[in-house]
C-alpha cells in the first residue's frame, strides 16, 4: 500500500475528496493526450458522487506536466469509479503516451484551497498557517456580505440567512479568494520550495 492510499484509509469516508493527478506527456502527444482525458472526464461524470474536474495544461512549451484535479462526494464513490472498467480502459492508453507513470495525490477539506498550478505532487502547508490564511480571506468576505447585503438579510428568517451567507462566502472561498490567497502568501505557505519551481 502507497503512501497515497494510507492517507485515503485515514480520512474521514464521508468526507468529499480532491484527487490531484500529475503526468508529464510525452511530446507530439498533447493531442491524443486531452482527447482521451476528455473521455475520462466525459465517462467519470456518469459516475455517482462526481463532483468536477479541472485541467491545468503545462506553463510553456517546454513543460509537458499537465494537472488534473478532480473531485468525488466520498471514498466509496471515488473507490467505485478508480476500480471501473472504464477507467480502466482509457487509463491503459493514457500511461502509454507519458515521459513516466502519473503521480496522484489524495485531499479533503480546505487542504484543497491550498495548491499552487505547476507543482506536484500537493503538499499542504502546516494546518495553523492554512488557518490563519483561511480567516484573512474569510473574515473580510463574511464583512463585505453584511456590509452589501446586511438591511436585506436582516428581513431574512435565520436559517435561510445563514444558508445564503455561507453558499456566497463558500464561493467566493473557494473560487475567487483562496486561489489568489495562495499565490499571494506563498512564500510564506511553501517556504522550503526553490524559487524557480514551476
Sequence with gaps: MTD??????????????????????????????????????????????????????PASPDDPEYRIVFKFRDRETLTAWEESEERAELLEQIESLLVRPSEREVTSGIVTWFTLPGQNPVQPPPKWKMTIVSWLALYPAVTLVFVIFGDLLAQVPLLLRTMIVTIVVMGLMSYVLMPRMTKWFKFWLFPDRPRNSR
Design 4 to 57: 497515497n492510499q494510507s492517507a485515503i484509509g485515514e480520512q474521514d469516508s464521508t468526507a468529499p475528496l480532491t484527487v490531484v493527478v500529475s503526468r508529464r506527456v510525452r511530446k507530439g502527444q498533447q493531442e491524443a493526450f486531452e482527447a482521451l482525458s476528455s473521455q475520462m472526464t466525459e465517462r467519470a461524470s456518469r459516475f455517482p458522487g462526481y463532483l468536477g474536474t479541472a485541467m491545468f495544461r
